[in-house]
Nanobody, 117 residues
Framework: QVQLVESGGGLVQPGGSLRLSCAAS????????MGWYRQAPGKERELVAL?????FYTDSVKGRFTIDRDNAKNTAYLQMNSLKAEDTAVYYC?????????????WGEGTLVSVSS
């Protein structure tokens, strides 16, 4: 079993910054991709950023958000700058692992990011 622990969400004013963290724990696996999704009220969950052998960002966050990872700690980070009201959502960590030759995907419980003045 793999456990994901997210942290870093909260309330911030427009233009502010937050840094999300997602730490994966467990044994007997290697991590392929780590990513962040978000779901705003009344909207579908969308991929925000992904890091594996390369990185991906959805258009709306390019130039403002940065995803990186610390492989030694099995931890991914999402640095969010110049936050806008439309970034308000629950952010979910997503991790794809490989164990015994099989790929599995795990989700964090989500952390709320609220951008408001």
């Amino acid at each position: 079993q793999v456990q994901l622990v997210e942290s870093g969400g909260g309330l911030v004013q427009p233009g502010g910054s937050l840094r999300l963290s997602c730490a994966a724990s467990g044994s007997g696996f290697s991590i392929n991709n780590m990513g962040w999704y978000r779901q705003a009220p009344g909207k579908e969950r969308e991929l925000v950023a992904l890091i594996g052998t390369s990185t991906f960002y959805t258009d709306s966050v390019k130039g403002r958000f940065t995803i990186d990872r610390d492989n030694a700690k099995n931890t991914a980070y999402l640095q969010m700058n110049s936050l806008k009201a439309e970034d308000t959502a629950v952010y979910y960590c997503n991790v794809q692992i490989r164990r015994n030759g099989l790929f599995q995907t795990y989700w964090g419980e989500g952390t709320l990011v609220s951008v408001s003045s």
